[in-house]
């Protein structure tokens, strides 16, 4: 029997008991190439595993290879989700404008095409495990904190780095879906690197936060 119609207007595709990542990503191989998928249905019924789809989908246009497109777009939707988890929500917020906006259907089949072999090995490897490193608030928050580092980095124009810090912050959402400790331990640990590397050693983080904060004062 199929379920009824949520009545603001979300897709029943949403709401799943089992968040693994198979069942999560089920909703994206069948339907019509042409659908518009919006965040606003994707994360609707979703509990534990909310913040991690929408990581999923947000960082979508960092693997787009037109320089400039993954900070312009994926950026500012993982600093969003970022000071969400810093802030201690326990599930994610989306403005209206938002919630609206999503991937096609078929642009998502063609990207989970893309990183299948990958994800079907670590779909094997990912189960649930250490939730103290996933549930817990100071766990959460530390989470949000690396998310708005490895945000910023993305959004700066540091050369070659949009696949590096989109696979990052891929293994991010794998570790919130599968609610999987070990990998959040090993995205911390890689999250602090990478803004040591290529933020602070380069001196392209602080100067690319400077700029931020200048623009947002003169406007």
Not at 39 to 45: I, T
Request: charged letters at 15%; hydrophobic letters at 50%; aromatic letters at 8%.
């Amino acid at each position: 029997m199929t379920p009824p119609a949520d009545p603001h207007g979300a897709s029943p595709e949403g709401s799943y008991h089992n968040e693994g990542i198979r069942t999560l990503l089920g909703m994206f191989e069948q339907g019509d190439p042409e659908e518009q998928l919006t965040l606003g249905q994707l994360l609707h019924g979703l509990k534990q595993s909310a913040f991690g789809m929408f990581l999923f989908v947000a960082i979508l246009p960092a693997f787009i290879p037109i320089p400039g497109v993954g900070g312009a777009v994926s950026g500012p939707l993982v600093l969003l989700m970022g000071l969400q988890l810093l802030c201690g929500l326990s599930r994610p917020w989306l403005p209206g404008f938002i919630a609206r906006r999503g991937p096609r259907r078929g642009t998502m089949h063609k990207f989970l095409g893309r990183i299948s072999r990958p994800l079907q090995r670590l779909d094997r490897m990912l189960k649930p495990r250490l939730p103290m490193l996933i549930t817990p608030l100071p766990a959460r928050m530390l989470t949000g904190a690396l998310l708005i580092l490895t945000g910023v980095l993305l959004s700066l124009p540091i050369p070659f780095t949009n696949y590096l810090f989109g696979f990052q912050l891929l293994l991010f959402a794998l570790a919130l879906i599968e609610r999987d400790g070990v990998l959040m331990l090993f995205n911390w640990i890689a999250a602090i690197a990478g803004g040591v590397f290529f933020g602070l050693g380069s001196g392209q983080l602080v100067n690319g936060v400077m700029e931020m904060v200048q623009r947002w004062t003169a406007g």
